[in-house]
């Protein structure tokens, strides 16, 4: 049976890209009957990628059947998956973000996860000498996905692990870095098609604080302006998408990737709250900025207080 590789809800370029990379190295390597396939439409500078590179893209999906043989890529959090993926037959994990913890398997598997900012990074390391056979378009996915995470090495989340493998896939790639982030970059601050809903769910996880269900938003953009122009109808429609999506609040950071700075919609008292304590910021308005804060994972999730 086809083994599916997907990563989490709401997929980023890394959650695009990685389910790909491994995928390829599956079946061309491996010998391995495997699928890359998406929880979700990909975000702009995803699609981005994929088109830069020539990559379809792969299909949707929003259930798996019982017993399906399936990797699961940048994530381990069950929220982040589909409702049964305890009933699939889990058979490995690659991530870099915490361990959640109720995922369930059905024998012992592959784990590997490393404190690196992104799993493609990780995926190069696993990969190893048969990185040498991997395509053009393989390479520019990693390196996409590296970027992506790292925000261009501006995020806390950074190691010289990720560095010194992008640099080296942008060599191979006769690509300059720079050049290449600002277009994804641009590629991933041009959301005016989207509804403001859209936007909310866009770059979203859920995390439980003290009891209390957050959807944890980020925007990551170097016009951060587009977005924080929709700030009224963005903070009007924060309390439908909480009642629809399960949650109490919707926190939404809107991530100045050129400034280094996070502006954090205030919508109401509570959030109000949350900010003020979980940041030690004085909030006066419907936004608050928060200097030096661009990494959900490292800045703001363990921050968080209610």
Not at 169 to 191: G, T
Not at 200 to 217: A, H, I, N, P
Not at 283 to 299: A, E, N, Y
């Amino acid at each position: 049976m086809t083994t599916l590789v997907f990563g989490h809800k709401s997929p980023d370029t890394d959650s695009t890209g990685s389910p790909i990379i491994w995928a390829w190295y599956l079946n061309e390597i491996k010998g391995k009957d495997a699928e890359a396939v998406l929880l979700g439409e990909p975000n702009t500078e995803a699609a981005f990628v994929l088109n830069k590179w020539n990559l379809p893209k792969p299909r949707i999906i929003d259930a798996v059947a019982a017993d399906q043989p399936v990797v699961i890529v940048d994530t381990n959090n069950p929220a982040e998956l589909p409702d049964a993926i305890n009933d699939a037959d889990i058979t490995a994990i690659i991530d870099h973000h915490k361990l959640v913890g109720g995922l369930e398997t059905k024998g012992p598997i592959d784990i590997r996860i490393e404190p690196l900012a992104c799993t493609a990074t990780i995926m190069w390391k696993m990969i190893g000498k048969d990185m040498a056979q991997a395509p053009s378009a393989i390479k520019g996915a990693m390196l996409s996905c590296i970027l992506s995470d790292t925000l261009e090495f501006r995020s806390p989340t950074t190691t010289q692990e990720d560095k010194a493998i992008a640099h080296g896939l942008a060599n191979d790639l006769d690509i300059d870095l720079s050049a290449y982030a600002a277009e994804m970059f641009e590629a991933k601050s041009d959301v005016s098609a989207f509804s403001d809903a859209e936007l909310l769910r866009m770059d979203s996880k859920e995390y439980e604080v003290d009891g209390t269900q957050f959807r944890v938003s980020v925007l990551e953009t170097t016009a951060p302006r587009i977005v924080l122009d929709r700030k009224d109808s963005l903070i009007a429609s924060m309390g439908e998408v909480a009642r629809e999506d399960g949650a109490d609040e919707v926190l939404l950071f809107v991530v100045d990737i050129l400034n280094e700075e996070a502006t954090m919609l205030i919508p109401n008292d509570r959030v109000k709250g949350v900010a003020e304590k979980s940041f030690d910021v004085s909030v006066s308005g419907d936004t608050v900025v928060l200097p030096g804060v661009m990494s959900r994972k490292k800045q703001i999730i363990p921050n968080l207080k209610v």
